[in-house]
């Protein structure tokens, strides 16, 4: 498909053990953007990468959460020794560049995560 | 002052009427802002982005920007039940993307 593509769709885990989320973004964007958001609230921002390098790291709740991108394509999210609270949905989003014409960012369908 | 501001809603707006939704933003030096649509249980999906001081339509929608006033509005003309969801403003500054909480607009059918 054209879009923004994310894997798993949902996630189970029990505490203490990593998970890792994958994030497929349209072909040709080159920034993208990891955000979560848990139920009922807004959009918390993680990390943004422009190509293979990410800027602005400054949303990454704790030094448990790592992101990498390869080959200024798929990003995998890591979450080490998970948390309760960190059940959410974490949502990937690609834009074609950053800033002014262009920015605007298409979601993926976002990975349910639940850590019991 | 926090970064994006919207009213949290819910806003109910009977069918087929006008429905105005509003946002503020802090930084004068915003460049770019764009409405997202969230329907419950799913990611946002963009609706528009908008430049320019003005209006901007598109279909039923219409996004307002003011950079003197800091704020930007989206109207969305002839509501439709299928339209209520929750619409998130976003703003672009210092190479960050700033959403809004997000405004839960129910359509009164």
């Known amino acids: 498909g054209a879009g923004v593509s994310q894997s798993p769709s949902n996630k189970v885990t029990e505490k203490g053990k990593d998970v890792e989320l994958r994030c497929d973004p349209i072909s040709g964007h080159t920034a993208l953007y990891w955000y979560r958001q848990s139920l009922g609230q807004g959009l918390e921002f993680l990390i943004y990468?422009?190509?293979?390098?990410?800027?602005?790291k400054s949303g990454l709740p704790s030094d448990r959460f790592s992101a990498e991108r390869t080959g200024g394509s798929v990003s995998t999210l890591t979450i080490q020794r998970t948390q309760q609270e960190d059940s959410a949905v974490y949502l990937c989003?690609?834009?074609?560049?950053?800033?002014?014409?262009?920015?605007?960012?298409?979601f993926g369908p976002g990975t349910r995560l639940t850590v019991t | 002052q926090k970064e994006v501001e919207q009213n949290s809603g819910p806003l109910s707006v009977p069918e087929g009427a006008i429905a105005s939704l509003n946002c503020t933003y802090s930084?004068?030096?915003?460049?770019?802002f764009f409405w997202y649509r969230q329907y419950s249980g799913k990611s946002p999906e963009l609706i528009m982005s908008i430049y320019s001081n003005g209006d901007k339509e598109d279909g039923r929608f219409t996004a307002q920007l003011n950079k003197a006033s800091q704020y930007v509005s989206l109207l969305i003309r002839d509501s439709q039940p299928s339209d209520s969801a929750t619409y998130l403003c976003?703003?672009?500054?210092?190479?960050?993307?700033?959403f809004g909480k997000g405004t839960r607009l129910h359509i009164l059918p």
């Open positions: 976003a703003v672009d500054r210092d190479d960050k993307i700033i």
């Open positions: 989003a690609s834009s074609l560049a950053r800033g002014w014409v262009g920015g605007e960012q298409y």
């Open positions: 990468f422009q190509g293979n390098s990410a800027p602005d």
């Open positions: 930084d004068r030096g915003s460049q770019s």
